[in-house]
């Protein structure tokens, strides 16, 4: 079975400043990562995918994660966040099965 | 736009009364999957279908059903519905069920009184 832990349920920010959302997976398997993005009323969004290969990813919207196999972790990054980045963001993980489990979600709240 | 068309967007019914939820997946996705977003329990898997056939089954109550057409769609029945069903609900897609990459629609936000 496989897991996912978002450690915050809520990150708030000021504008520009930089940002990590955590993520923390359980599997017995290899694993594919996610992070989505919810805006309000609408739908969940990719951000970015970890597959294979490079452990540093980088998605849409200036976002980039690290996948560490020994911390068992996926966190979530910006340099420099927007209000336009206030939002809901999802952490997954697949393995075996390849049905997404998804975490708790963390809200990123972006202050002026 | 992902591609993937869910309707109704809103629907509004009573205890014990059964909906139908539709889902159209994106040009070419062959698999579907459905889940159920409340504030309580989060995003929950509750059943995937591929290309007609059901293939991974969640926490999908007795009382729920799901099928996938010939031509892709998906319908998610809900009946004898409990003020404890009112959640949104998504639908998403994706090309093979190979990795877990979805794409998702804007959900069907059901609210039972």
């Known amino acids: 079975a496989q897991s996912v832990t978002q450690l915050d349920s809520q990150v708030p920010v000021f504008e520009e400043a930089p940002v990590e959302l955590r993520c923390n997976y359980s599997s017995s398997v290899s694993v594919y990562l996610f992070w989505y993005v919810q805006y309000p009323n609408q739908g969940l969004q990719l951000l970015l995918k970890?597959?294979?290969?490079?452990?540093l990813v980088k998605g849409i919207n200036g976002f980039e994660a690290e996948f560490n196999k020994s911390q068992t972790s996926f966190h979530l990054r910006k340099p420099s966040v927007h209000i336009s980045d206030t939002a809901e963001y999802f952490c997954?993980?697949?393995?075996?099965?390849?049905?997404?489990?998804f975490g708790r979600g963390t809200s990123l709240i972006v202050h002026p | 736009d992902s591609g993937v068309t869910q309707t109704p967007k809103h629907l509004i019914t009573a205890t014990g009364q059964r909906v139908t939820l539709r889902c159209s997946p994106r040009s070419g996705d062959l698999s579907v999957y459905w889940y159920q977003q409340s504030l309580d329990q989060g995003l929950q898997f509750l059943i995937q279908?591929?290309?007609?056939?059901?293939?991974a089954k969640g926490n999908i109550l007795e009382r729920f059903s799901a099928q996938q057409f010939p031509d892709l769609h998906s319908e998610l029945n809900l009946s004898s519905l409990e003020l404890g069903d009112s959640a949104l609900y998504f639908c998403?897609?994706?090309?093979?069920?190979?990795?877990?990459?979805?794409?998702f629609g804007e959900g069907s936000r059901l609210t039972v009184l």
């Open positions: 997954a993980v697949s393995a075996g099965s390849y049905i997404p489990t």
């Open positions: 970890y597959l294979s290969g490079s452990t």
């Open positions: 279908y591929y290309n007609g056939e059901e293939r």
């Open positions: 998403a897609s994706s090309v093979a069920d190979n990795t877990g990459e979805l794409f």
